[in-house]
């Protein structure tokens, strides 16, 4: 994980707390960095999960879709590429780990919005690596 | 020395073993679950990957996703710290198949120690002193005459036993026969097996342990007692000092030459710990901890000794810079747990978001912790939050730094044992040094903590 991985990962820690709390903002500075979140309290439904979307971009309607293990990110042939139509269930990548293939496996059907990562890139476990545009099936 | 070494835990210990790394220049990977994505370990390791969500069996314990981690990395080592995968013989032959280097004793050595019969009959053929005990007593006249050889009194226990049930404590033949009837038929009401066996009973002992370090060339070395006889009713340490106070000296020697010879005999390598109970100057080994101990910074205020710098030293196949002339402890150190729990609930562990803290300082104190004003302490894991650890010169301006530490200690949002510590460090027995591993029993706990609100 690089610096920002490690601010943002911090930042979806904060936002959760935030939630998880009930409060309305919540700030934290340790050295090197401050972060400062709050919420409106008209936004009764904000969640982690939203929280972390928002952040990437995409809104509601993506299904994002995160790695269960640590491993490397293989795309398959022809790799998807955001645009790309799929249908679900359909196999877009695998990660490998401990030289087993993970597939990594479409939940719905619609367009890929953002493919976070490049091939061969090591990925945690809950790294985003696609988002899935259900509205535009 | 390694290029890069994976820590497999987190906490203080992650942290103590990523200060280590540095100072020997070798880059670290943390591995963190989704609930301590903003811990210290996190941030102050060269690299972090998360291994999985909160609960310990799916992040912490999750061995395929850490073996992974070392691999996709590049780590050629991999430091287990205490708990979690520390003493799993399994996992350190995973990380041998891998070509990646265990900081902790072979795989067998773990193996053997695990299993508490197996390790019992490795110290008795190398002299090592256990509790005396008998097989399986087949009846009463069987029993009589075990009991008649280990001496009175005796504990009768259930070989299929559990949760004290199945066992009696016997004073005298008198005893002997009501106790072995109702010890049998409780055993076989409770796990259909009324075999029973008899261990001596070791009245009021003290827990003193014996750190030991072995390279791979054979030599071991003691680096002397810990006295962890301040135990919760649940016998888990909260209070550890060295030298045990009050021990007299002969005790201490065979304490440390059994220890080496033990060590010797086990083909033990790295650093580990013998632990042993201590009554009427005898000792009778308990049980042989494979790994750093999380009271080791006492030994190594008085030592001067790196532990943690010489396990990874000693993984990578050096030998040890020194020999057992050359160690001589100076002074004396105490270290206090500071848990988050309630020890008006029986040390129930407390969670929460913990809202301020203040951390001692000074003169002969080192705390090493993971706490930060802010922090969460999620459910999942150990609740040990800081060790506070004072030297002195003497016992006495040792315990007078604690007691000045632990006034200057504020931690607030969640409950801690801090309170508690200082009680224990103002009793008289206390101070007078050697007691024994009930002292810290309900009468102490009723008088003092539930007067404390």
Do not use: W
């Not at chain 1, 795309?75 to 196999?91: K, N, Q």
């Not at chain 2, 835990?9 to 103590?16: F, K, M, T, W």
């Not at chain 2, 800081?386 to 409950?415: D, Y």
């Amino acid at each position: 994980m690089t610096f920002d991985d490690v601010i943002e990962s911090r930042v979806r820690a904060l936002a959760e707390a935030l939630v998880r709390e009930g409060l309305e903002a919540v700030s934290i500075a340790d050295g090197e960095i401050e972060i400062e979140l709050s919420r409106s309290p008209s936004e009764p439904n904000a969640s982690p999960a939203s929280a972390t979307e928002d952040a990437a971009g995409p809104g509601p309607e993506y299904d994002v879709l995160t790695s269960d293990v640590v491993g490397r990110v293989r795309f398959l042939r022809p790799p998807v590429t955001a645009g790309s139509a799929i249908g679900a269930d359909r196999e877009l990548a695998f990660v490998e780990a401990l030289g087993i293939r993970n597939p990594v496996r479409s939940r719905v059907a619609g367009r890929v919005a953002v493919v976070y990562v490049e091939e061969g890139q090591a990925v945690d476990y809950g790294a985003p690596l696609f988002a899935i545009d259900r509205s535009r099936v | 020395m390694f290029r890069k070494v994976l820590v497999a835990n987190r906490g203080e210990i992650a942290l103590r073993i990523i200060r280590a790394c540095r100072e020997l220049g070798v880059a670290t990977v943390a591995i963190f679950s989704e609930a301590d994505r903003a811990a210290l370990h996190v941030r102050l390791a060269d690299e972090a990957f998360c291994v999985g969500p909160g609960p310990a069996a799916r992040s912490y314990l999750n061995i395929p996703n850490i073996i992974s981690t070392a691999l996709i990395t590049g780590a050629d080592a991999l430091h287990p710290g205490y708990g979690f995968l520390a003493e799993n013989a399994r996992f350190a032959q995973i990380c041998a198949d891998h070509g990646i280097t265990f900081i902790g004793p072979s795989p067998r050595v773990i193996d053997q120690m695990g299993d508490k019969a197996n390790a019992k009959q490795v110290m008795q053929s190398a002299g090592v002193p256990t509790i005396p005990g008998s097989g399986i007593l087949a009846t009463l006249e069987e029993a009589k005459a075990s009991a008649k050889s280990i001496g009175y009194p005796v504990l009768l226990k259930a070989t299929a036993g559990g949760g004290g049930r199945g066992m009696r404590a016997v004073e005298s033949e008198r005893d002997l026969g009501s106790a072995f009837a109702s010890a049998q038929s409780e055993a076989e009401a409770n796990f259909q097996d009324g075999r029973l066996y008899m261990e001596k009973l070791i009245v009021r002992p003290r827990h003193i342990e014996v750190q030991i370090l072995a390279d791979t060339r054979g030599e071991v070395v003691h680096l002397g007692e810990r006295d962890c006889s301040i135990q919760k009713p649940s016998h888990q340490k909260l209070i550890e000092e060295t030298p045990a106070p009050n021990l007299p000296a002969d005790v201490r020697e065979e304490l440390c030459s059994v220890a080496v010879r033990a060590g010797q005999a086990c083909g033990y390598t790295n650093a580990g710990t013998l632990e042993f109970l201590v009554a009427a100057g005898e000792i009778y080994f308990m049980e042989m901890n494979t790994r750093i101990q999380v009271e080791h910074p006492v030994t190594e205020l008085i030592y001067g000794v790196d532990l943690v710098k010489e396990q990874i030293r000693i993984a990578f196949g050096e030998p040890l810079g020194f020999g057992q002339a050359d160690l001589s402890p100076h002074g004396h150190a105490i270290e206090c747990r500071i848990n988050a729990e309630d020890p008006e609930r029986d040390f129930a562990p407390d969670a929460g978001r913990v809202t301020a803290v203040e951390l001692p300082g000074g003169p002969g104190i080192r705390v090493d912790t993971h706490l930060f004003a802010g922090l969460s302490i999620p459910p999942y894991y150990d609740s040990l939050l800081a060790k506070i650890v004072a030297v002195g010169r003497t016992r006495a301006s040792a315990l007078s730094r604690m007691e000045r530490a632990l006034a200057e200690t504020r931690i607030e949002g969640v409950k801690t044992t801090a309170a508690i510590c200082r009680r224990i460090l103002e009793d008289a027995r206390f101070q007078e040094g050697g007691v024994p591993i009930d002292f810290l029993d309900e009468a102490f706990l009723r008088g003092h903590v539930l007067t404390e609100a």
